[in-house]
């Protein structure tokens, strides 16, 4: 009995034992909520389900039974779940219940053939998102209940956005000047479109609770992510509330101080322990720019104003993809100065990629030294120029905007970031 038990604990994932016996398992977990509610089917009904899935499945993969059985066992599934939602329709008490218990019992039947199939990841996945979904019902609908009809259409045009263009772009594509070809990625510019939509919703979201405190949230974390999309943000941020042009530019500062700590992050933590010297000729000037970064927002920003605001939208669709176009043309100008630069080209890299991610251009340099391909110096400035990219095509974005205010004060405090890195850069040097 004991070297029973050893065996089943030390059978593999793929065997077929396992497979099922889990099947179950996520089944009952699915059918916890069910049974918690007081629902038609709970526990015992949702593992059963499961299980069968998984035998079917397990029948079709090692037998010559084939698949009218899986299918078979599916088309009862979906009759039983169609008669309970019958009996709930016609049922005061169970009405509006069972149509999402009818599915649950599907999908319950979905995770047994998906664990049973090998796909086990994909079964634990599918049943944590699914209870997830149950267990927040109330929640769920609450938020669902407190959108506006001008977020709801937000919602649904960042849904667009993200599921419905962005897959059907090309990864790749080629802008023919003639003499001239210039490699465009189209998925990567509009990911960026994306983002500033993206950045919008949780920037609406965060602001409309924390106010003006919420907007440097929203730059210092979505600068994280992507301080070039941040910018966008902002532009439709000072388009709406033109008053709080001094919270959007102390996001885009913010924002310019969390890209300058994750490069230098990755210049550190790549670097340390390593085969290769620590890059310690990055610390001093990201440093400086992250100091005077925080130093001109906090000055300039009047934190007192904490209620929240009330904004239009979560974020503008023409405004996305407004950015997105000036986007693309600061790309393309940035691969006509790689070309032209030729010895310097990949300085000119570093440069033409900091428009899109300093981060990128950061790693490769960092991958490159720890290689033996760069020396410190020559890693360092790639670093450097990067994250100067960055800093002036956010400056160069932000002037874009109708708000002179706006685009002044960016475009002097970028300057300002610039020039305290390079005399951090030259003391050092010194």
Same mark, same amino acid.
């Given at each position: 009995?004991?070297?029973?038990?050893?065996?089943?604990?030390?059978?593999?994932?793929?065997?077929?034992?396992?497979?099922?016996?889990l099947?179950?398992?996520?089944?009952?977990?699915?059918?916890?909520?069910?049974?918690?509610?007081?629902?038609?089917?709970?526990?015992?009904?949702?593992?059963?389900?499961?299980?069968?899935?998984?035998v079917?499945?397990?029948?079709?993969?090692?037998?010559?039974?084939?698949?009218?059985?899986?299918?078979?066992?599916?088309?009862?599934?979906?009759?039983?779940?169609?008669?309970?939602?019958?009996?709930?329709?016609?049922?005061?008490?169970?009405?509006?219940?069972?149509?999402?218990?009818?599915?649950?019992?599907l999908?319950?039947?979905?995770?047994?053939?998906?664990?049973?199939?090998?796909?086990?990841?994909?079964?634990?996945?599918?049943?944590v998102l699914?209870?997830?979904?149950?267990?927040?019902?109330?929640?769920l609908?609450?938020?669902?209940?407190?959108?506006?009809?001008?977020?709801?259409?937000?919602?649904?045009?960042?849904?667009?956005?993200?599921?419905?263009?962005?897959?059907?772009?090309?990864?790749?594509?080629?802008?023919?000047?003639?003499a001239?070809?210039?490699?465009?990625?189209?998925?990567?510019?509009?990911?960026m479109?994306?983002?500033?939509?993206?950045?919008?919703?949780?920037?609406?979201?965060?602001?409309s609770?924390?106010?003006?405190?919420?907007?440097?949230?929203?730059?210092?974390?979505g600068?994280?992510?992507s301080?070039?999309a941040?910018?966008?943000?902002?532009?439709?941020?000072?388009?709406?509330?033109?008053?709080?042009?001094?919270? !959007?530019?102390a #996001? @885009? /500062? *913010? %924002?310019?101080?969390?890209?300058?700590?994750?490069?230098?992050?990755? =210049?550190?933590?790549? +670097?340390?322990?390593?085969?290769?010297?620590?890059?310690?000729?990055?610390?001093?000037?990201?440093?400086?720019?992250?100091?005077?970064a925080?130093?001109?927002?906090?000055?300039?920003?009047?934190?007192r104003?904490?209620?929240p605001?009330?904004?239009?939208?979560?974020?503008?669709?023409?405004?996305?993809?407004?950015?997105?176009?000036?986007?693309?043309?600061?790309?393309?100008?940035?691969?006509?100065?790689?070309?032209w630069?030729?010895?310097?080209?990949?300085?000119?890299?570093?440069?033409?990629?900091g428009?899109?991610?300093?981060?990128?251009?950061?790693t490769?340099?960092v991958v490159?030294?720890?290689?033996?391909?760069?020396?410190?110096?020559? !890693?360092?400035? #790639? @670093? /450097? *120029? %990067?994250?100067?990219?960055s800093?002036?095509?956010k400056?160069?974005? =932000?002037?874009?905007? +109708?708000?002179r205010?706006?685009?002044?004060?960016?475009?002097?405090?970028?300057?300002?970031?610039?020039l305290?890195?390079?005399?951090?850069?030259?003391?050092?040097?010194?």
């Amino acid at each position: 009995m004991n070297e029973l038990a050893l065996q089943i604990l030390d059978a593999p994932l793929d065997d077929a034992v396992v497979r099922i016996a889990l099947a179950a398992a996520l089944g009952m977990f699915l059918g916890l909520e069910r049974e918690w509610s007081h629902k038609s089917a709970g526990i015992r009904t949702f593992s059963l389900i499961s299980l069968l899935a998984a035998v079917f499945t397990v029948l079709v993969l090692e037998t010559e039974v084939g698949e009218g059985l899986l299918i078979l066992g599916g088309l009862l599934v979906i009759v039983q779940g169609v008669l309970l939602a019958i009996q709930g329709l016609l049922s005061d008490e169970e009405a509006g219940l069972s149509l999402t218990t009818s599915v649950s019992m599907l999908v319950a039947y979905g995770v047994g053939a998906l664990v049973a199939a090998g796909f086990i990841i994909e079964g634990v996945t599918v049943a944590v998102l699914s209870s997830l979904l149950l267990v927040l019902k109330r929640e769920l609908h609450e938020f669902a209940w407190g959108l506006s009809r001008e977020e709801m259409r937000s919602t649904t045009e960042f849904a667009i956005l993200a599921f419905v263009v962005y897959p059907l772009l090309p990864a790749e594509a080629a802008l023919d000047l003639g003499a001239l070809t210039i490699p465009l990625e189209p998925q990567v510019i509009w990911l960026m479109v994306v983002a500033v939509a993206g950045i919008g919703i949780v920037n609406y979201a965060i602001v409309s609770t924390y106010g003006g405190r919420g907007i440097a949230v929203t730059g210092f974390f979505g600068g994280l992510a992507s301080s070039t999309a941040v910018v966008g943000t902002m532009l439709d941020h000072v388009r709406q509330r033109p008053e709080a042009a001094s919270y !959007a530019v102390a #996001a @885009i /500062l *913010l %924002a310019n101080a969390a890209m300058a700590a994750r490069n230098l992050a990755i =210049a550190v933590g790549f +670097t340390v322990g390593g085969g290769t010297a620590l890059l310690v000729e990055s610390i001093v000037p990201l440093g400086a720019v992250i100091v005077i970064a925080f130093a001109i927002a906090v000055a300039t920003a009047d934190w007192r104003e904490s209620g929240p605001m009330e904004l239009e939208s979560p974020f503008s669709m023409k405004n996305a993809l407004a950015f997105g176009a000036v986007f693309l043309v600061v790309l393309v100008f940035g691969s006509l100065a790689e070309t032209w630069f030729g010895t310097l080209g990949f300085y000119a890299t570093a440069v033409a990629s900091g428009f899109v991610s300093s981060a990128g251009a950061t790693t490769s340099a960092v991958v490159l030294y720890r290689g033996g391909q760069l020396g410190p110096t020559e !890693a360092t400035i #790639a @670093i /450097l *120029l %990067a994250t100067v990219s960055s800093i002036v095509v956010k400056a160069m974005l =932000a002037a874009t905007s +109708t708000n002179r205010r706006f685009r002044n004060q960016v475009a002097v405090y970028s300057a300002a970031l610039l020039l305290g890195g390079a005399v951090a850069s030259a003391l050092l040097v010194i």
